[in-house]
């Protein structure tokens, strides 16, 4: 085994503050957890509260999820991407920062200031409180997201520096040098060319988000400074879709870096590879209008783009990944243990995701399946089972000193559990949406009561385990510093 050092020479990320956004990471993904698990025990009428206090938890959820999905993968991307590339420890720092501070002025504007409009801060909403919450609530929380755009905007930045100061551009970072010409077998490592894909996307939708954010800043103080309400509406949509995408695109580097230590095989980027990275960036950033076909002004060519673009944005990545995962893992004798069956169970959580989202991206379906339960249920399946299995796996592999270093017993429960777990509990999503369970209701009716309380045991049994990996995380933190794997094999 052997490691890449970037330019500066360095072979050894900084791992004790990667450790720290995992540790971060970790923390907040339970807590806000174990905020789902209220807002479920309460639509199943085995907890009291009062629907305004709901909204505030499915705002803290809404925001705190996507938030903190984004901080993990991007300590998975800075981490192995250190290894090729010479980037910044400081703007790495200061994104967590920003992040913190960010993360306090959200939740004072939804526990403080009672600020309850959703983390898509739809336009004029946040300014339109209705008496529940007041311009300063508002003000928090649209300042509290910029902050946090701001940190990863200035992260992707320095990402794209030291990828063009490495390899002269970001479309040579994307390998297309090897991809439109002769394959010469120098194209650049996949968590390079997966880098550079979420550099550029990421980089235009927080830019498209600081800027409606600003604007709805400044409707705050000058209801005289009015906005488009339908370009509002895309501006928030083009940042919030290329965000939340992003996450999976970065985290995916785990299973780039970390499976082929456990095959004993390399990850070598081919033609296909690199075009499907190629297009994942184009379709990435022009799928969003698939969020827009009720707002019927809007120009007939982006509706028509986005239903297309929603069939086939996630498959070229997804196809290429799922595929080359299989080929790494047949007859290579794998060794099987919390880390690997995480990570290969994330890709199944990606795959299998994609099922019920082309489902609910035909327009016919989508008329009667979208405002109901069905929606979260396929994105808590690329989340959950996919995003957050891929922390959770980065997680066990940088508390181990090898591969063969043997897991404890209470972890291998804790994968099954989560595992079993999470399965159960976006099934019971998608069923209830089958079966016309709205979203975003604070209370039920009796007849749906029931899928409520089985979903929220299933959420307890993720929980618990979860729980167990972050405990075990920590634990190891306080204790002796592993020793940092390889992560490219011959």
């Known amino acids: 085994m052997m490691s890449h050092a970037n330019e500066s ?31 479920r025990l309460a639509q199943g009428e085995m907890l009291d509260i009062s629907p305004g206090f709901f909204y505030q938890l499915l705002t ?69 409180g209705m008496g529940l919450w007041g311009t300063g609530a508002a003000a928090l929380f649209l300042g509290g997201l910029l902050l946090i755009g701001t940190g990863f ?40 060319v997966a880098s550079t894909m979420v550099t550029i996307v990421n980089i235009l939708g927080i830019t498209a988000g600081a800027a409606i954010l600003v604007m709805s800043l400044v409707n705050l103080y000058v209801p005289s400074f009015t906005i488009d309400p339908l370009l509002a509406k895309n501006l928030i949509y083009f940042f919030g879709h290329v965000f939340i995408n992003a996450t999976i695109y970065m985290a995916i580097i785990a299973v780039y870096e970390i499976l082929p230590l456990y095959a004993k095989r390399p990850w070598k980027p081919n033609k296909a ?4 990275w190629t297009a994942s960036t184009i379709m990435v950033l022009i799928v969003y209008p698939h969020h827009l076909l009720m ?53 199944f959580g990606w795959a299998a995701g994609v099922i019920p989202a082309i489902v609910d991206a035909t327009i016919r379906v989508n008329m009667v399946m979208h405002n109901t339960l069905w929606v979260p249920g396929h994105f808590h399946f690329y989340l959950l089972i996919g995003v957050a299995s891929m922390l959770f796996g980065f997680m066990h ?40 369970v709205p979203r975003r209701f604070a209370e039920h009716l009796p007849q749906w009561v029931p899928y409520d309380q089985i979903a929220s045991a299933f959420v307890a049994v993720v929980v618990t385990s979860v729980l167990v990996f972050a405990l075990q995380f920590l634990a190891r933190l306080f204790a002796t510093r592993p020793v940092a794997l390889a992560t490219e094999v011959n």
Do not use: C
Request: a neutral charge; charged letters at 10%.
């Open 60 to 128: 803290v959820h809404g925001a705190g999820m996507v938030g903190i999905a984004a901080l993990g993968s991007a300590a998975i991307m800075w981490y192995f991407a250190s290894r090729y590339l010479d980037l910044s420890r400081t703007l790495f720092v200061a994104n967590l920062l920003l992040f913190l501070v960010g993360v306090v002025m959200i939740l004072g504007s939804i526990l403080g200031g009672g600020f309850a409009a959703g983390w898509t801060f739809l336009y004029p909403l946040p300014a339109k």
């Open 153 to 192: 905007l200035i992260l992707h930045l320095d990402f794209a520096r030291a990828i063009t100061r490495q390899y002269g551009s970001l479309g040579q970072g994307l390998g297309w040098p090897q991809l439109f010409g002769r394959d010469s077998g120098e194209a650049p490592p996949p968590t390079v």
């Open 295 to 347: 707002d019927f002004a809007m120009p007939t060519w982006m509706m028509v783009m986005g239903q297309v673009i929603s069939y086939t944005s996630g498959l070229p990545v997804l196809v290429v990944t799922t595929f080359g995962a299989l080929m790494l893992i047949y007859r290579s004798g794998m060794r099987w243990d919390v880390t690997s069956s995480l990570l290969v169970l994330s890709v």
């Open 397 to 436: 592999f940088l508390g181990k000193e090898s591969v063969e270093q043997e897991d404890r017993w209470f972890a291998r429960w804790a994968f099954w559990g989560f595992m079993f777990g999470s399965l159960g509990f976006v099934f019971m999503f998608l069923y209830s949406g089958a079966n016309s």
């Open 273 to 276: 590879f690199l075009a499907a």
């Open 9 to 39: 020479g360095n072979t050894q990320p900084a791992q004790p503050l990667v450790n720290i956004y995992v540790g971060v990471s970790a923390v907040v993904l339970l807590l806000m957890m174990i905020v789902g698990l209220v807002m």
